[in-house]
């Protein structure tokens, strides 16, 4: 279907993810990924109760009645958890809120029955946390005699010696590391790009040099973890040595992300999507 003859709802869905999000929002790539499987869900769902196909959506078939029976879908039918669920509303309300900005009248129906849709409550689960001898017995799993047990003991190092969030150790750019009057730091971004600088423990932080020198003498740099996709996908400036780190192809960069992404960082619990050729997903949505 030509672009000039789309409904409203499919141009600003398009333009929501295609320029809003990347440029505008400052949301991360993870929530991205989830907004547009929120998307995706939907569309599955308005096909299966009023057979109608994605690019034939209007903002007025999206009434409280349909959001509601869909949250409704996610948790009965495909098993999403409160948090999911929740999850899925959000995604509909950033949504709801730029299609407002941008043509309040034809949003209206789809924005207010958003809005009506409540939070569901998570059940608080009770904080579990490691012992001294538990996080010692774990820091020792890695065998460091391999190249990626040396990695995994690593991250697990800095992991616990920073508190920072996994997603955040994986978005670390070897610039962000910084040894400053024999203080360790690290400048962590976390959500909304807010940045802090930490300093982190000494055995930790000379662990974490000394792998940056020695994988940089290897001759590729494909150690698995977005951290040593150094030169093409993490900047181009290196530790308070100078070092000079191996190129890698962009597509062996895109491999490793993905292939990280995939086993650390996928939230999606639920079965995965079936599309019939019927109701065809845009592009932008994959």
């Not at 400048?187 to 909304?192: A, D, E, F, Q, S």
């Not at 951290?227 to 900047?235: D, E, P, S, V, W």
């Not at 960082?265 to 109701?279: G, L, M």
Request: aromatic share 10%.
């Amino acid at each position: 279907m030509r672009k000039n003859k789309l409904p409203e709802f499919m141009l600003l869905l398009e333009q929501f993810f295609t320029e809003y999000m990347p440029l505008s929002s400052g949301l991360s790539p993870n929530t991205t990924r989830s907004y547009k499987y929120a998307f995706r869900l939907l569309f599955q769902y308005v096909y299966q109760a009023k057979k109608k196909n994605a690019g034939e959506i209007l903002f007025r078939d999206l009434d409280f009645d349909t959001i509601d029976g869909f949250l409704k879908w996610i948790e009965a039918e495909r098993g999403c958890s409160v948090s999911t669920r929740n999850l899925r509303l959000s995604a509909l309300a950033s949504f709801a809120g730029y299609a407002q900005n941008r043509n309040f009248e034809a949003a209206t129906v789809f924005a207010n029955a958003v809005k009506r849709v409540p939070v569901k409550k998570e059940t608080i689960q009770p904080r579990v946390t490691f012992t001294l001898d538990e996080v010692s017995v774990l820091l020792r799993l890695p065998n460091p005699e391999k190249r990626l047990g040396f990695r995994n003991q690593v991250l697990l190092n800095l992991m616990y010696a920073s508190g920072a969030r996994a997603q955040e150790i994986c978005d670390l750019k070897v610039r962000d590391f910084l040894v400053e009057k024999n203080l360790y730091k690290l400048t962590i971004t976390g959500k909304g790009n807010k940045t802090r600088r930490i300093v982190i423990a000494k055995p930790s932080g000379t662990l974490l040099e000394r792998y940056l020198e020695e994988t940089g003498k290897a001759s590729r740099l494909e150690a698995g973890v977005p951290i040593m996709a150094i030169k093409n996908f993490l900047g181009h400036s290196s530790i308070s040595k100078t070092e000079r780190y191996a190129e890698l192809s962009q597509g062996t960069v895109n491999r490793h992300i993905r292939d990280w992404n995939e086993k650390w960082f996928s939230h999606q619990k639920e079965n995965p999507v079936t599309q019939k050729n019927e109701n065809q997903i845009p592009d932008f949505l994959k």
